[in-house]
């Protein structure tokens, strides 16, 4: 696997609080995302990045804002979390055509 | 928006059975990728089609894209339990554009 994190693995939060994901990748691969996965949608994409600085919306990108300051580091912010945004979080990296996953994170909005 | 249509949602087999998913699209398609979920895992890359009526194999597992590139299967001959998963077909409508649209998935259960 390439080398993906995610951090943290696990979050409960409450509604209206601001909560950041991060994914840290040590491939060097110029593109990276964020997809949330819900039951009966598969995965969707919330924002890409398709370079340092370089960042474009997704699908599902309402309520969801992104920084890539450095090509290793992508990190997604919920400026004010919605229960509507407990879901699975995964980031993921490419460099040509295929794309390498991390692990996700859950994050459970209460 | 463009969409691609996954079929079916869910499939249970026997395990030495045999299973297909399918990936459909209105329109023409760039290429497609493919990719295995494994429960409580992320998503691991397969394969990824190209050529107009491509077929690409991975020991018992056989990709198709179609002729005029508007669908995709995925056939696994002889299920075996490590065959567990959800696979997702991922459409590329034109080149150039680096977002990547997945389908809804397959899940796949086997019975032992």
């Known amino acids: 696997d390439a080398g993906i994190t995610q951090s943290p693995r696990h979050k409960v939060t409450e509604t209206g609080t601001p909560v950041t994901l991060r994914c840290h990748q040590t491939e060097n691969h110029r593109y990276m995302y964020w997809y949330r996965q819900d039951p009966g949608h598969g995965l969707r994409l919330i924002h890409y990045?398709?370079?340092?600085?370089?960042?474009d919306k997704g699908e599902v990108s309402d309520g969801y804002s992104v920084s890539r300051s450095k090509t290793e580091d992508f990190l997604l912010t919920l400026e004010s979390a919605t229960s509507s945004q407990t879901s699975v979080y995964f980031c993921?990296?490419?460099?040509?055509?295929?794309?390498?996953f991390g692990p996700g994170t859950r994050l459970t909005v209460t | 928006g463009q969409q691609v249509m996954q079929i079916p949602q869910y499939q249970h087999v026997q395990e030495g059975e045999d299973f297909t998913t399918y990936c459909n699209s209105s329109?023409?398609?760039?290429?497609i990728q493919w990719y295995k979920q494994r429960p409580g895992g992320h998503p691991v890359f397969l394969i990824q089609l190209v050529k107009s009526g491509e077929v690409k194999k991975q020991k018992r597992l056989t990709f198709q894209f179609g002729e005029a590139k508007k669908n995709s299967s995925l056939h696994i001959t002889a299920t075996q339990t490590t065959d567990v998963g959800t696979y997702f077909c991922a459409p590329l409508w034109d080149f150039g554009n680096e977002k990547l649209t997945f389908g809804t998935g397959t899940r796949l259960t086997i019975i032992p």
């Open positions: 990045s398709y370079g340092v600085k370089d960042t």
């Open positions: 329109t023409t398609l760039s290429n």
């Open positions: 993921a990296t490419a460099d040509y055509d295929e794309q390498y």
